[in-house]
């Protein structure tokens, strides 16, 4: 189980693991009834192509070195394709376009459902308040990383070889 939650949101009982449908889950039995299912939660990303380079993020407090795709939380009853343009226009600065849903990947490190977009930008990105640097990488010499977005990444750069 994911969750650090020690105590019930509704009534302040402790919570208790209890098998639910076959899994374990957090629940306030019999106090109130209140069940944590610990579903993860929905994350845009951001495959950003300004000409024939990938624009890669680095956000503040990431160790010197580390880039990664622009992602953001989902907003309540917003629909992702609003919520990866939002993520560009706040990290990047510019105005994104998609060119295609790449597909949606789990990321059980975190507890994350990744929902990954090309984004196609014409304008020359800055960085937004919540990055510390940006990277353009040539398509060409993109790699792919292991984890979390890297296979979104991996992906893409199969249809992109493929033509």
């Known amino acids: 189980m994911h969750s650090a939650w020690r105590f019930c ?11 639910i449908d076959g899994t374990d889950r957090l629940a306030c039995t019999p106090a109130c009834g209140f069940v944590h299912y610990d579903n993860p939660t929905p994350v845009v990303a951001a495959i950003v192509q ?3 380079d990938v624009v890669l ?3 503040h407090g990431w160790p010197d070195g580390v880039f990664g795709l622009v992602t953001g939380f989902l907003e309540h009853k917003e629909d992702p394709t609003a ?3 939002r993520e560009v226009q706040e990290e990047l600065c510019v105005e994104g376009r998609i060119e295609s849903l790449v597909g949606v990947y789990p990321f059980a490190d975190r507890n994350q459902v ?14 937004g308040p919540e990055l510390a640097a940006l990277k353009r990488v040539p398509i060409a010499k993109l790699r792919p990383w292991s984890r979390g977005t890297g296979p979104a990444v ?8 493929r033509g």
């Open 57 to 59: 993020a680095q956000n």
């Open 9 to 19: 949101p509704r009534c302040g009982a402790s919570l208790q693991t209890t098998p």
């Open 154 to 161: 991996a992906d893409w750069l199969e249809r992109v070889r």
């Open 50 to 52: 300004l000409d024939d």
């Open 114 to 127: 990744l929902i990954v977009y090309h984004v196609v930008v014409s304008d020359t990105p800055t960085c």
């Open 83 to 85: 919520g990866v343009l």
